[in-house]
């Protein structure tokens, strides 16, 4: 790979790292934060992406934030309902509705599998427009992807200092504690998903729009590439407050899509993407897990060894 080629290539995974980091913080404040693993990140992902490309198509363009959004937040709430109201485990409740969705969204669609949104105008036609002509003519979708992300991210960083986030961080803590200290960790719970698969929906509806189609299967894999980027984040930041860990969790998603860029830019099958997302998948979980096992790993080498050796002395 020549140095010509690494810096569109940078700018691809940086693009696509990007998009993909707003489900990856989705995943910051309902994994990592509330302590719950929704499993209906694929279809609200999907979900965001088909009614953001609708409302686009219909004309709407920055309305068509707001509808991906909202679809979002009922998402959120749909699966939140189900886990602390009608006694759904969580990853059943991710389950049942991710499965739901998969039709939703094709009537969404209008019974099709796929929109063009060619001739459309997005929220990126302006931008594209306006810096026509100029040095950041081809950065359009870095920079509305880069702003998107930067929004959440101080979102965040606010969110969870207030009260109902440290009743959120909390619930994902010790729920115990939260029912002992009269907050409803029901309601913390709807809360935080419905926040949560808002920045997942919006994810799909930017990503749509930037590559100007929308298909059923555009969220497939989402929460696996979210969870490995997620992950990965963490390595990266092991310390820090609630935006370094947030920025973190960005840093991730960049090196999970550099990863999976260059992987294509080598000439590697499609239908071999998914077995990459499954080796980073368990490189980065079981990465920090042998790192805290190495001292007992060497330790017992170490053992052995001398054992050997005295046995080596013995016999002579």
């Known amino acids: 790979m020549s140095l010509a080629d690494m810096g569109p290539l940078l700018q691809t995974a940086l693009e696509l790292g990007l ?19 929704d499993l209906s990140t694929d279809g609200c992902f999907t979900m ?37 109201k ?48 100029t040095v950041f003519a081809d950065a359009y979708r870095l920079i509305v992807a880069l702003v998107a992300v930067a929004v959440v991210v101080i979102f965040l960083s606010l969110f969870l200092r ?24 029901a309601f913390t719970t709807i809360v935080g998903l419905c926040v949560a698969n808002s920045f997942t929906a919006l994810g799909g509806c930017l990503l749509a ?23 990965i984040g963490e390595a990266v930041m092991t310390k820090g407050g609630i935006t370094l860990r947030a920025v973190g969790a960005v840093i991730g998603a960049f090196i999970f899509r550099l990863v999976y860029t260059i992987a294509l830019r080598f000439h590697m099958p499609a239908y071999m993407l998914k077995l990459v997302s499954s080796i980073i998948v368990i490189v980065a979980i079981s990465g920090p897990y042998f790192k805290k096992r190495l001292p007992l790993i060497k330790r017992s080498l170490s ?14």
């Open 209 to 231: 729009q930037s590559q100007k189609s929308v298909n059923i299967d555009i969220g497939s894999g989402m929460v696996t590439i979210a969870l490995a980027s997620l992950l």
């Open 303 to 316: 053992i052995k060894k001398q054992g050997i050796d005295r046995e080596g002395r013995a016999d002579a």
């Open 86 to 133: 009608m006694g759904v485990e969580s990853l059943l409740a991710g389950i049942i509705v991710n499965t739901g969705w998969y039709s939703l969204n094709i009537a969404i669609m209008g019974n099709a599998s796929l929109l063009n949104m060619n001739k459309t105008e997005t929220v990126f036609t302006g931008l594209k427009e306006a810096l026509a002509g």
């Open 162 to 185: 207030t009260r109902l986030g440290l009743a959120i961080r909390a619930t994902g803590n010790n729920p115990d504690m939260v029912k002992s200290s009269s907050i409803n960790p």
């Open 48 to 84: 965001g992406a088909c009614v953001g490309a609708v409302v686009a198509i219909s004309g709407h363009p920055y309305l068509s934030i707001i509808a991906a959004m909202g679809v979002g937040v009922l998402s959120g709430f749909i699966v939140a309902i189900l886990q602390t």
């Open 19 to 37: 998009f993909s980091a707003l489900t990856v913080l989705a995943l910051y404040l309902s994994y990592s934060m509330l302590n719950v693993c």
